[in-house]
């Protein structure tokens, strides 16, 4: 645990291997003004959905609660480096819970350029006094790219190029999280020609592991979750190459995109607007990424307001934001490379006939064919007839 | 135990022309079927079929796997008597029988190739990381795979006899019980799981069809329909090969069938009756065609009560022939005139080159069998009415 005392708050607040129900568990109520106006029950609700956003067993949202409220809460220092604040704003969207009970109860926000109200000198020592109050234990945030060209110059703060910051930064940190594509692998700042050399946070920071959450914005629950399973656990959850944790991008878009039965059946919009768009088919052909994008996009949404908001859903290609490689350097209309299924060269037609009944022509057959039975039938049966009489006869002579 | 104590009979080729009559219809069926499968695999399903989405599976699978496969079980039902129960007395009709079933399943597989969409994927059914173990059908397809394999491994020594291959025969001889004893149980479990396979239908089979005891009828049926073609093509080859009838064993055999066809209608009539549905059977949709196959069945069996009817060569195979269209017609009733696969305003009736294909199929497994018999010893030699063989010195 970042402050080491999580352990002796869950004892105080609740034996939770005695618990049968949540409803015996009366301990978070200790902390109702942690809870910023969320009832425990709703608290606890909330919680047990971080666990599933997690992969893990929903009892588990009780330990993620537990380490949620323990004060003190672990500090978090924020640094943004060149990019559009979409990542902050993103997390502005969220509403389970909403940014309040994140950085007031969830965590200690100490620094972030956005959010803080102090500035000036006020704002820098502060940062630094959080740095020393937690050393080795906080959690380090970027989100925008790290320009290296010219010795960093591109982008300073308090007099100190953002490279120097977050050179600075990590080595007293715990655990270094990158969100957004800036700051996973340099993201629009590092396309083209690429003016100030960006590079992302891994460039730069290479003795500590950098978690990424990459997106432009990236879902703020993926975030989320994973902050809330690092406080939890004190440990990072699965990861894959591109250090992104599995829980949200171990799947390419296109296997849960809700638009893949018509890539299967061939139906793709030729072009915004065209028959095929406004039906909803498969984006493919406008260029969708989505068949060679990891992402949850399409499982998870966006701004908590239902199925289907998410670019794919609202008919736009998906543009690979989360894929180094992808994102910002493939134009947006170019044809996806095809990581698991080809379309094939050939499609059933979209409007299937019904069938029809009985033709004259297959009437006449079957009839044929059970009246030959029959009459064959019955030949047999007469020849057999006569072999018969003769095997009787024959029984008599005998 | 040695296959071998039980062979008193020798056997031997029928010989005699192979150019008849018979054999050339057939023909002309197999090459028209043939013409059309060109077709259906040039430009697909559709040219040539019925088939669509909401009746995916048309007389294809219905006629040619699941009927057609129970007109292979006529070396099961052969086997089981004649090996495991011990019957001695059978062993004259298991060749033939199981030349039977050779072509029945083997042409029910290719069948499946036929009716299969993506046919070039057929193999993975082989490879266990893409099979799903719990699935049924792929259980049915497993067996009935392994099943023509074991039938070629049985019918082998007709073969090794004809071309004078002893030391193999001898050889097989010794491990032939192996594939005897998977011979019994692979149709046992593929023909109840043809059953168990139309139960996960749910509602979608007519209550008059769907029950638990599927599983159960489709074994009955199997068997049934396996004594059905053994006394048929007892009957006809001894008509057609002017041979003498094989009547003392064929009267023990329908007391059998009699047995395994009561057990079957009284078990439908009790089963109707458990799950409340016997007023389905006046009145309720599709009873029309349940009423035909149990009188067929009922009449099959009515015939077979008085015991000199037994010995009767006509009564025997009018008998045979109505529990065969009994069967064949509560197979096509589940599978196809009971079963409402989708909702919705779908129809379904097999075209003519669909039709054309099945009738080919099963002309193949005719002229087939008709130059096996003549070239290779299948028919038991007690007594030869074409060339005497040489295998009868080497048998035994």
């Known amino acids: ?398 | 135990m040695s296959v071998h104590a039980h062979q008193p009979h020798g056997h031997a080729a029928l010989g005699g022309r192979i150019l008849t009559l018979p054999f050339l219809v057939c023909s002309a069926l197999v090459v028209l079927a043939g013409y059309l499968l060109v077709q259906r695999y040039v430009y697909g399903l559709a040219a040539v079929s019925n088939l669509s989405d909401g009746y995916p599976w048309g007389i294809w699978v219905a006629v040619d796997v699941v009927i057609g496969s129970a007109f292979g079980c006529a070396g099961y039902v052969m086997a089981l008597l004649c090996y495991i129960l011990n019957k001695g007395e059978y062993h004259p009709m298991v060749r033939p029988a199981v030349l039977a079933s050779l072509f029945g399943y083997g042409l029910a597989g290719l069948a499946v190739l036929v009716d299969l969409g993506r046919y070039w994927n057929f193999y993975h059914m082989m490879l266990p990381w893409y099979a799903q173990p719990n699935s049924v059908m792929l259980e049915v397809g497993l067996c009935v795979a392994t099943y023509t394999i074991v039938l070629i491994v049985e019918f082998a020594p007709a073969f090794l006899e004809r071309f004078g291959i002893e030391g193999l025969r001898r050889k097989l001889n010794k491990v032939l019980w192996v594939f005897i004893a998977l011979g019994v149980l692979l149709p046992t479990m593929h023909q109840s799981s043809l059953g168990t396979m139309m139960v996960i239908v749910g509602h979608k089979l007519s209550p008059l069809w769907q029950t638990q005891l599927l599983p159960v009828f489709f074994l009955l049926t199997a068997v049934l329909m396996g004594f059905a073609i053994v006394a048929w093509e007892s009957v006809m080859a001894s008509l057609n090969f002017k041979r003498e009838m094989e009547t003392p064993v064929l009267r023990k055999m329908a007391g059998l069938m009699l047995v395994v066809a009561s057990v079957f209608v009284a078990l439908r009539f009790v089963d109707l009756l458990w799950r409340g549905q016997l007023g389905t059977a006046f009145g309720g949709p599709s009873s029309g065609w349940f009423w035909v196959e149990t009188v067929l069945m009922v009449g099959g069996l009515v015939l077979l009560i008085p015991k000199a009817n037994r010995s009767r060569s006509r009564t025997l195979f009018i008998s045979a022939s109505m529990l065969l269209v009994a069967g064949i017609l509560y197979r096509l009733n589940v599978y196809l005139i009971g079963f409402t696969p989708s909702v919705g305003p779908w129809h379904y009736f097999p075209s003519v080159k669909e039709i054309m294909v099945t009738v080919g199929i099963f002309a193949l497994e005719v002229a087939l069998y008709l130059v096996f018999v003549k070239k290779l010893p299948v028919m038991h030699a007690e007594h030869p009415v074409g060339v005497p063989h040489a295998a009868d010195a080497k048998h035994g």
């Open chain 1, 1 to 398: 645990m970042p402050d080491g005392h999580v352990d002796l708050d869950a004892e105080r607040i609740g034996t939770l291997g005695e618990c049968e129900g949540l409803g015996e568990f009366e301990g978070l109520d200790e902390y109702e003004g942690a809870l910023a106006g969320m009832s425990r029950r709703e608290f606890l609700t909330y919680c047990t959905g971080v666990a599933a956003t997690l992969g893990l067993s929903p009892a588990l949202g009780v330990n993620i609660a537990n380490a949620a409220v323990a004060a003190p809460r672990p500090t978090v220092i924020w640094l943004s480096g060149q990019a559009c604040t979409g990542c902050t704003e993103t997390l502005l969207r969220t509403n389970h819970p909403t940014l309040e009970t994140l950085i007031l109860d969830t965590i200690s926000l100490d620094y972030n350029e956005t959010l803080m109200t102090g500035s000036g000198h006020q704002a820098e020592n502060w940062k630094q006094q959080a740095m020393k109050d937690n050393w080795g234990k906080y959690l380090m945030v970027t989100d925008g790219s790290v320009p290296t060209k010219d010795g960093g110059v591109y982008c300073k703060v308090a007099g100190k190029t953002y490279l120097e910051a977050v050179q600075e930064c990590a080595k007293g940190a715990a655990a270094v999280i990158s969100i957004g594509s800036c700051s996973s692998w340099g993201g629009w700042p590092s396309t083209g020609v690429n003016p100030t050399g960006a590079v992302g946070l891994s460039e730069v920071i290479k003795d500590k592991p950098v978690v990424t959450i990459p997106g432009c914005p990236p879902n703020p629950y993926n975030f989320l979750s994973l902050v809330l399973h690092y406080v939890a656990f004190g440990k990072l959850p699965e990861l894959d190459d591109k250090m992104r944790p599995k829980f949200a991008y171990g799947r390419l878009i296109h296997e849960n995109c809700e638009r893949r039965p018509h890539f299967d059946a061939g139906r793709f919009a030729m072009e915004f607007g065209d028959y095929g768009h406004r039906q909803g088919y498969c984006l493919y052909k406008l260029g969708c990424k989505g068949p060679e994008t990891y992402a949850n996009c399409p499982s998870v949404g966006f701004n908590d307001v239902g199925q289907g908001t998410w670019p794919v859903g609202t008919g736009h290609p998906c543009f690979g934001c989360t894929e180094k490689g992808v994102g910002f350097t493939k134009s947006i209309h170019e044809l996806a490379t095809l990581k698991s299924v080809a379309p094939p060269n050939t499609y059933p037609a979209v409007a299937v006939g019904q069938g029809e009944g009985i033709s004259a022509g297959a009437a006449a057959v079957v009839a044929g064919i059970a009246g030959a039975a029959v009459g064959a039938g019955a030949v047999v049966a007469g020849r057999l007839g006569k072999h018969d009489e003769k095997a009787d006869a024959s029984s008599e002579t005998k």
